[in-house]
């Protein structure tokens, strides 16, 4: 059975550092792009970031760029999103998705729909 299984979500002060994590398992997920989004009270889910450990790239939303970084240290380890300078307009729930097909983080991000796996989510709360 494949699964996305996130962790690592909190309450945070805005200012302060989270790192979630997405551990991914019942198949090989090396040729997958790996990805996080997120969804706010009353709003649609939007892309985060991505990463291709096929093509060895990432790819941020313009909204978290400079402050999350997306890594994973190989093919078969979680893929890691750490958040700094968090925002309360950071606050949502995350969820990480991985998506065959796509060879660069950038094709996570401009089609940022028809994923093949999602995990259930982790809630982050960012308080001013």
């Known amino acids: 059975q494949v699964q996305l299984v996130e962790s690592g979500g909190g309450l945070v002060q805005a200012g302060g550092s989270l790192r979630l994590s997405c551990a991914a398992s019942g198949r090989t997920f090396s040729r997958y792009v790996m990805g996080w989004f997120r969804q706010a009270p009353g709003k649609e889910r939007e892309f985060v970031a991505a990463?291709?450990?096929?093509?060895?790239?990432?790819y941020y939303a313009d909204s978290v760029k400079g402050r999350f970084t997306i890594s994973r240290d190989n093919a078969k380890n979680p893929v890691y999103l750490q958040m700094n300078s968090l925002k309360p307009e950071d606050t949502a729930v995350y969820y990480c998705?991985?998506?065959?097909?796509?060879?660069?983080?950038?094709?996570?991000?401009?089609?940022?729909?028809?994923?093949?796996?999602w995990g259930k989510g982790t809630l982050v709360t960012v308080s001013s």
């Open positions: 998705a991985a998506r065959n097909g796509d060879r660069t983080a950038q094709a996570m991000g401009a089609q940022p729909y028809g994923m093949d796996y």
């Open positions: 990463i291709s450990w096929s093509f060895g790239n990432t």
